[in-house]
């Protein structure tokens, strides 16, 4: 490093227009440095010039790079040094070379400096798109090699004063602040220079400083895609090298991640975590982190306003001001100290919760306060209670009616009273303080000596290390502020009155505490308590409940251990869902989600008439059907009456498997033999005979190879994507029909065939037309049996017909139906006629120890009764209608949406690459269903290339609902996945 050498001084120099050059002009300069005919498209920059070159075809063949005069070769040297140490140093990466070329005679003016670099295709994280956590991950780990790899980096022209060195964001902001001319937004860059950047200061002595990239962002690294996940795995655009803070390196790649959609600040974790593995972080560089996200972002809206100011034909700078705002107000909108926390814990770094004072007296003398219990678990919340109005107000009052002297919340809680059902963003759950009622006027007593205020929001105690607050519902009384000892009176709360109890340090990390809002996202709870004490420990020397948290982690790690892997759970690190309400799900952190997949629960959750059902009878007689009672009797003649004759004949079980198993028993007995006929993408249960005629990949990866030999699969009828599609669909009846000529031909006439009549497996897709008439008419023709599999798609779900079949124009010999049958309780029934039945006295007799219970028939006649009074079916027909119609709009918008599947609530969205080759788009549909989880939508995949979306909600979806579903596919497919 040379003493003497001295580069660029922003401060020195002024305003930097960016150099003028047409895109002909670069054309004409590429062309002579080429020594070839080539054309410039202008890629944009804020002080330089940069064009890509391409041939003719538009092939690319270089980028020209006319770095602003301002700059000296020296400097342009060190950015050459750097990439070669780089490339040398990090091979798996991408970096800009510099391409063979001529230096043109006579260079436009303010070009001197032009130079071409390799292209490197692929394209940026450039525009707001989504950025997915595993592309957050990898630009942490991006910059954290760099950073690494550029810590022994020495070069002389790294020596320069830019604007963009954080080490001078304090006098950049100073000097720049006047060309914002919006008073709100100037408030917000005037305190960044007076209360964020004295932070990093005062930090400064500590932070490491090395040759920084300086400039290594979203739109500075360029892409790999895979299925349309686009992966950095490279860096470009070295015009910003300097000498600066190790961790500014980190803090300008985290601002970068902030203006991308539904960015929250505590997304860009993953990066931070990865950038520390890589180049671990000092002490004061973790303090100094979020400060400088800050000030990065301050400086950009500075830069980009001045920018524009001085240079307003710079559409570079002006298009990019809005995501600037957006980097800073989002940097800006979470406390230091929360951030601290937060990113102390992502690194394995401990912090302390905060605690109460040692020694503190009580707050008010609350013998016996009862706690109320205001999570996803408690009972005074069922019924739907928790979305009334004010309902732990009157949860509470309930409670002091019945006798406790005081009531209180528990610190902490993640309460469902604060749950919002139909939101996108996770509600702020997480209770900050702790609620009290008392049944009679209490008085307030200083915990600790301070000086106390009252006001209109209530009363505020300040001691050395600890502010109280006690807010009063309706407080008014205003009086002068007092210095007080221990156990002075304070307040007081009327009785019957909500108070709101918090206690937050005075000072945290940064210096003064930031106030505490009165409920907090559940993942920033144990951030939020390096400031927040529980308070509990104040109304009664019982120390109750620690902050409770979200143990789904916990949950999962005991699930494994008593579970077999075989038992799959829905995704990675699920929610833990204890609570369900209709149409929602809400997980124990009160995050509520629009679930649009559970088609047993055709009534919705929680439905109060079922369960009430359900305890009666319990109370009054459950046993099983080989008792006489009335209830099996009834659900048997109710459930029969929905069938065409000759389907008379009831056998009620307790699952789709068990029927359908008991179905092709049935088959077997009544034929005497023992062939079955199934079709391919099918899947009937996992009892032994039923897995046999299950032919899904996607449920067994070897079904096809491994079928008994009794089982016979013709192809999937599917007219999408199979064999046949379109009109031609037709075909695939003739071929079953031949398949199972040539089966009887050698002998083996089946004993049934077995086919969902519409076909849900598949993904919600109607049979061809004809299909079940030509095949039922077959294999009656050869003396089998025709099953219909009705446990997904009967019972309503479809809109127009209350059973598949129906939409096929036939009369199944035996129908088989669950799921919807018992909304959620294990039941399942076989329905056939007479003589068929009667066969099966050549297999024994039949008994189903709780099939037909009386529970289980009050059951199957509730759900029977409730989806007909309720017009359920009238209601998936409508909705259904609504709902595909806009899915098919959605179609027109984006190309993945292959096509829409389906009828009333059954419907399947399939997804592809190409709608020509029909290229299933698997790890796009996977990653669309984990966002849509993230924006409040339970979804997930189905069929055999698992690419379809599968919509099966309860039946009693509202538009509402169906909206909200839409408006997030919509979100998640036009801003990415
Ligand atoms: N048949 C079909 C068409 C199914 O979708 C299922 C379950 N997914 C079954 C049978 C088996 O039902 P169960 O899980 O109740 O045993």
């Given at each position: 490093m040379s003493a003497v050498y001295r580069g660029f001084d922003f401060f020195a120099s002024g305003e930097l227009p960016a150099p003028q050059l047409s895109?002909?002009?670069?054309?004409?300069?590429?062309?002579?440095?080429?020594?070839?005919?080539?054309?410039?498209?202008?890629?944009?920059?804020?002080?330089?010039?940069?064009?890509?070159?391409?041939?003719?075809?538009?092939?690319?063949?270089?980028?020209?790079?006319?770095?602003?005069?301002?700059?000296?070769?020296?400097?342009l040297d060190a950015q050459t040094a750097a990439t070669a140490r780089l490339a040398g140093a990090l091979p798996d990466l991408r970096f800009p070379t510099a391409v063979p070329s001529t230096r043109p005679r006579d260079l436009p003016d303010g070009c001197g400096h032009a130079r071409i670099l390799s292209f490197l295709g692929g394209g940026t994280l450039n525009g707001s798109g989504y950025l997915h956590p595993e592309v957050i991950r990898r630009l942490g780990t991006i910059a954290g090699r760099v950073s690494r790899a550029l810590a022994t980096f020495e070069h002389p022209g790294t020596e320069r004063t830019l604007q963009w060195d954080l080490r001078h964001a304090g006098r950049v902001l100073t000097l720049l602040a006047p060309s914002v001319r919006d008073p709100a937004r100037r408030r917000v860059v005037d305190r960044t220079l007076s209360s964020v950047w004295p932070l990093v200061e005062g930090l400064s002595s500590e932070l490491r400083l090395q040759v920084v990239h300086g400039d290594l962002t979203d739109d500075n690294v360029v892409c790999t895609a895979e299925a349309t996940l686009r992966r950095p795995d490279g860096v470009i655009d070295f015009g910003d090298l300097c000498r600066s803070w190790t961790v500014g390196e980190l803090a300008v790649t985290v601002s970068s991640m902030l203006h991308h959609d539904g960015m929250t600040p505590r997304d860009v974790l993953p990066a931070v975590s990865a950038f520390d593995r890589e180049q671990p972080l000092h002490d004061a560089e973790i303090d100094a982190l979020w400060p400088l996200v800050v000030v990065r972002g301050a400086v950009l809206v500075v830069s980009g306003t001045h920018q524009?100011?001085?240079?307003?034909?710079?559409?570079?700078?002006?298009?990019?001001?809005?995501?600037?705002?957006?980097?800073?107000?989002?940097?800006?909108?979470?406390?230091?100290?929360?951030?601290?926390?937060?990113?102390?814990?992502?690194?394995?770094?401990?912090?302390?919760?905060?605690?109460?004072?040692?020694?503190?007296?009580?707050?008010?003398?609350?013998?016996?306060?009862?706690?109320?219990?205001?999570?996803?678990?408690?009972?005074?919340?069922d019924r739907g209670r928790w979305l009334e109005p004010d309902v732990e107000h009157a949860l509470a009052t309930d409670a002091l009616d019945a006798g406790a002297p005081a009531v209180t919340t528990a610190f902490g809680e993640f309460r469902m009273t604060r749950s919002v059902p139909l939101s996108t963003t996770a509600p702020a759950t997480a209770a900050t303080g702790v609620d009290a009622w008392f049944s009679a006027d209490t008085e307030l007593r200083a915990p600790w000596p301070g000086v106390v205020s009252r006001d209109g929001e209530g009363v505020t105690l300040r001691g050395d290390e600890h502010v109280l607050t006690v807010a009063v519902d309706g407080h008014t009384a205003d009086q002068p502020t007092a210095t007080v000892a221990t156990a002075a009176l304070i307040g007081s709360v009327p009785a019957r009155t909500r108070c709101r109890i918090t206690v937050r340090l005075v000072r945290g990390a940064y210096g003064s505490a930031p106030d505490l809002p009165e409920f907090v996202l559940p993942d920033e709870l144990a951030s939020w308590r390096s400031v927040a004490c529980d308070p509990t420990a104040l109304l009664s020397d019982r120390v109750l409940s620690e902050s409770r948290t979200d143990d789904a982690d916990l949950l999962l790690r005991r699930r494994a251990a008593s579970f077999a892997t075989v038992q799959e759970h829905y995704y990675a690190s699920p929610p833990r869902i204890e609570r369900g309400w209709r149409e929602h799900l809400i997980s124990t952190t009160g995050r509520s989600y629009l679930d649009m997949v559970n088609n047993v629960a055709v009534l919705g959750h929680g439905d109060p008439e079922l369960a009430d059902a359900v305890a009666r009878q319990m109370l009054l007689l459950n046993t099983n059907s080989r008792f006489v009672y009335e209830s099996v009797v009834a659900f048997s003649e109710q459930l029969a009456a929905t069938l065409p004759p000759p389907l008379d004949t009831v056998f009620l079980v307790n699952s789709g498997s068990e029927a359908d198993d008991l179905a092709l028993r049935l088959a077997m007995a009544a034929t005497g033999r023992t062939d079955v006929v199934a079709v391919g993408e099918a899947y009937h249960g996992w009892t032994y005979a039923t897995d046999a005629v299950s032919t899904s990949v996607a449920d067994n990866p070897t079904a096809l190879s491994t079928r008994p030999s009794w089982v016979h699969v013709v192809d999937a009828p599917n007219s999408y994507r199979g064999k046949y599609r379109g009109l031609d669909a037709r075909r695939y009846a003739c071929d079953a029909a031949a398949q199972i000529e040539r089966l009887a031909e050698t002998g083996r006439a089946p004993a049934a065939f077995i086919c969902e009549p519409y076909y849900g497996n598949a993904g919600g897709m109607p049979l061809p037309d004809g299909y079940l008439e030509t095949v039922y008419a077959q294999v009656r023709r050869h003396g089998g049996l025709c099953i219909a599999d009705e446990v997904q798609v009967g019972y309503g779900r479809l809109g127009r017909w209350f059973w598949g079949f129906e939409q096929q124009a036939v009369v199944p010999d035996i129908v088989t139906v669950a799921k919807a049958m018992g909304n959620g309780h294990p039941l399942g029934a076989v329905v056939t006629s007479q003589p068929v039945a009667d066969r099966y006295r050549t297999q024994g007799y039949f008994f189903s120890s709780a099939g037909g219970s009386p529970v289980s028939s009050v059951v199957g006649s509730v759900v029977l009764n409730a989806i007909r009074e309720r017009n359920l079916q009238a209601n998936a027909r409508d909705v259904g209608a609504h709902l595909i119609a806009r899915l098919q709009a959605l179609a027109d918008k984006h190309p993945i949406i292959g096509t829409v599947h389906g009828s009333g609530l059954y419907l399947g969205v399939e997804l592809v690459r190409d709608r020509e080759t029909l290229e299933p788009a698997v790890e796009e549909t996977d990653r669309i269903c984990e966002r849509l989880r993230h924006l409040g939508v339970i979804l997930q995949a189905t069929g055999d290339r698992l690419c379809v979306l599968k919509i099966k909600p309860p039946l009693l979806l509202d538009r509402a609902g169906a909206d909200f579903f839409v408006d997030a596919l919509d979100h998640v497919l036009a801003t990415g996945y």
């Open positions: 895109e002909s002009e670069a054309g004409t300069v590429g062309t002579e440095m080429l020594g070839r005919p080539v054309t410039a498209r202008s890629l944009g920059s804020q002080q330089d010039a940069n064009f890509l070159l391409e041939d003719d075809l538009g092939g690319p063949l270089g980028v020209l790079k006319v770095p602003n005069e301002a700059f000296t070769a020296e400097e524009v100011e001085i240079d307003g034909s710079n559409v570079y700078a002006a298009s990019g001001l809005e995501r600037e705002w957006r980097i800073l107000d989002v940097a800006a909108g979470v406390p230091f100290d929360v951030m601290r926390a937060a990113i102390r814990t992502a690194l394995g770094r401990t912090t302390e919760p905060a605690t109460l004072p040692p020694g503190h007296r009580a707050l008010v003398a609350a013998p016996g306060a009862l706690t109320l219990d205001l999570s996803s678990t408690s009972a005074a919340l």
